[in-house]
């Protein structure tokens, strides 16, 4: 038992930082000029999220692989656990194992990913949202995600908007973890 808690903690030390050096390497990839308060998803991800542990799918419903904006958005309406955008870590996709994806925080502020079969994922690293600002921009850029381009409507791009003026006072969960 002891070697198998070791060797978690290591394999989420050492996640915690691949996803964080993929971050860091996604930050240059700028969308914006330097007005901008994030000049890329990646910096507002940096600037204001989280990492957090993989955790099995605490529901008997199928996930849904290849709709996680979707998929996320449904379960947050439909359970009341928090919408989260950011990155996931799954090293066996090489040479590209980080990506961006939407995930749920549960109540308990563990992960349940609705598009990631359960084993996957290395981790996470992304910012939970309150449902307000959830609904209301996925609502204005017609579109699941929040932040980042979803593959269902690549029209809506990235939300300039918000990448450019910042994340308002009301974006955040009211239970996102400290940093």
Known sequence: MNDERTSTTH?????RQELTE???KYRQLRIGDSSWVHRSFADLVAEHGSFFPPAR????????PGHCFKAAREYA???GWAYVEGFALVPSLVPFSAFEHAWCLTDEGLVADPALPDGLAAGYYGV???DDFRREQQHLRKTDAV???DPSNPLAGYNDLVLRTGLPHHALAPSAPAR
């Open 11 to 15: 394999d989420l030390a050492r996640a």
């Open 22 to 24: 993929w971050v860091d």
């Open 57 to 64: 799918w605490p529901l008997n419903d199928p996930q849904q």
């Open 77 to 79: 309406e439909r359970t």
């Open 128 to 130: 939970p949202l309150s």
């Open 147 to 149: 932040f980042t381009s």
